[in-house]
Nanobody, 122 residues
Framework: QVQLVESGGGLVQAGGSLRLSCTSS????????MGWFRQAPGKEREFVAA????????YCADSVKDRFTISRDNAKNTVYLQMNSLKPEDTAVYYC???????????????WGQGTQVTVSS
């Protein structure tokens, strides 16, 4: 079992930055690819970014790829999402998730955090 805890969300003005963190319990963190997803009220869960098991490969959704960066530190069992140039449309609950596959499909993710709210004011 993998438990994930996100932190770092909050309220920020448009153009600002936030860094989200997601820390995993257990000793198997490096066995999982990690992803970030988000869900705004009334909308479906949306893929944001994913990173491979060792961190050598990552990719982001087109809507954020020039502004967001995903990274991980396996020694700390933590994955990060650096968010720059935030826009009001980035407002959502952000979730980290763990998967045995390196994927953008949320259905392939086995473990999820509780989510952290990000609100971007205009």
């Amino acid at each position: 079992q993998v438990q994930l805890v996100e932190s770092g969300g909050g309220l920020v003005q448009a153009g600002g930055s936030l860094r989200l963190s997601c820390t995993s319990s257990g000793r198997t963190f490096s066995s999982y690819a990690m992803g970030w997803f988000r869900q705004a009220p009334g909308k479906e869960r949306e893929f944001v970014a994913a990173i491979s098991w060792g961190g050598s490969t990552s990719y982001c959704a087109d809507s954020v790829k020039d502004r967001f960066t995903i990274s991980r530190d396996n020694a700390k069992n933590t994955v990060y999402l650096q968010m720059n140039s935030l826009k009001p449309e980035d407002t959502a609950v952000y979730y980290c998730a763990a998967s045995r596959t390196y994927d953008s499909d949320y259905r392939r993710y086995d473990f999820w955090g509780q989510g952290t709210q990000v609100t971007v004011s205009s």
